[in-house]
């Protein structure tokens, strides 16, 4: 990567990171209207002539080599020039991954070309235009930035409402990636999902904004230790609180068989048993919390230290689920059924109430 991007990408984090801080006496990740209130549109300005290339001195980051990791480095670069808030660089670069790889492809289907397969025919500007990567990121910001309430909306709804794919679901399997990407070029690490993040002064925060569906033991369901937060597929899913993941692990059984059913798909109310994809975190104090049901693997590893906020996956349906939500369990010592408390009385005392 070149030391003038590097130096741009720094310069404005810093002022992200002024933004985002938590500073305020409840770590309030800054002000909604400062720091992720809708920005102006600003048309692609890039000169066909004046086409970029990607960085090649950047490294590879996990599965992605140091050519793709260059173009999303040039996609986070033209967000942060453009003034738009860290959530917008994930969405970016989630989307280039589905659509080209992070590959500035010169075709695809019918006319679409380079890294987010936009289409001259849809009025996204000329070829020649669409090939530079600076262009064609600047393009899907401003139609980004055009949508309404985007920041609220899960990342492969916000992506969808700008690229109309045949395949909406398929983007939010890349967020975990992208959210990887990003933070290791900026530094920037919790407020990438959003600056309308929340840390109490306890340190705790909301794994997802969501309502709360099926309760902690009720009636019906005696045996079920968390609550569910019903919330759609996609929606990034945060560590409660800082801590250290003590287990991911995949776990869906076909009940017919009792052979593995698999958590890259969805599960079965009824044919499948098990948390799906899930996570564990152990916090201070012997506190543990329990994350079930995620879309793809977590984006997390086992050892990792996490802070309160970091994206850990997305939701998802796998395992023993009737549909999107994030299965939500609090422990007060081991992940034992004993030792397993109510996570709406638990999370009001830490100033980190769930149904908000």
């Excluded at 059984?253 to 152990?282: A, F, K, S």
Aim: with cysteine; hydrophobic share 40%.
């Amino acid at each position: 990567m070149s030391i003038r991007l590097l130096t741009g990408i720094a310069v404005a984090v810093a002022g992200v990171l002024l933004l985002c801080s938590g500073l305020a006496p409840t770590l309030m990740l800054a002000d909604r209207a400062a720091a992720c209130g809708p920005t102006t549109g600003a048309a692609p300005t890039t000169s066909p002539t004046a086409r970029s290339t990607a960085p090649t001195s950047v490294g590879p980051i996990g599965d992605w080599n140091a050519e793709q990791v260059g173009n999303a480095a040039t996609i986070t670069a033209v967000g942060i020039r453009l003034g738009v808030p860290p959530r917008g660089w994930v969405i970016a670069v989630a989307t280039a991954m589905q659509e080209s790889s992070l590959l500035n492809t010169p075709g695809g289907d019918r006319d679409s070309v380079g890294l987010f397969q936009q289409r001259p025919s849809q009025g996204w500007g000329t070829r020649e235009q669409l090939l530079d990567p600076q262009y064609a990121a600047t393009a899907f910001y401003r139609s980004l930035r055009s949508v309404d309430g985007w920041q609220a909306m899960p990342l492969t709804e916000a992506a969808q409402q700008v690229q109309r794919s045949a395949y909406p679901d398929a983007y939010a399997r890349w967020e975990p990636d992208a959210t990887r990407i990003v933070a290791a070029l900026t530094r920037v690490r919790a407020d990438l999902t959003a600056c309308q993040l929340t840390v109490s002064i306890h340190g705790w925060t909301q794994p997802v904004h969501a309502d709360v569906g099926s309760g902690f033991r009720t009636t019906s369901r005696p045996g079920h230790d968390g609550v569910d937060l019903i919330v759609a597929k996609g929606t990034p899913i945060h560590a409660a609180s800082a801590g250290t993941v003590t287990v991911v692990r995949c776990n869906a059984v076909d009940v017919r068989t009792g052979r593995d059913w698999g958590c890259d798909r969805d599960g079965h109310p009824e044919l499948t048993r098990g948390c799906g994809w899930y996570v564990d975190i152990t916090h201070p104090d012997g506190v543990a919390t329990r994350y079930c049901h995620l879309l793809t693997r977590p984006s997390v590893i086992e050892g990792q230290r996490v802070t309160a906020g970091h994206v850990i996956g997305v939701v998802g349906s796998s395992g023993h689920s009737s549909g999107p939500h994030l299965h939500f369990e609090v422990h007060l010592a081991d992940h034992t059924s004993r030792t397993a408390v109510d996570p709406v009385g638990f999370m009001a005392s830490v100033g980190a109430p769930l149904n908000q």
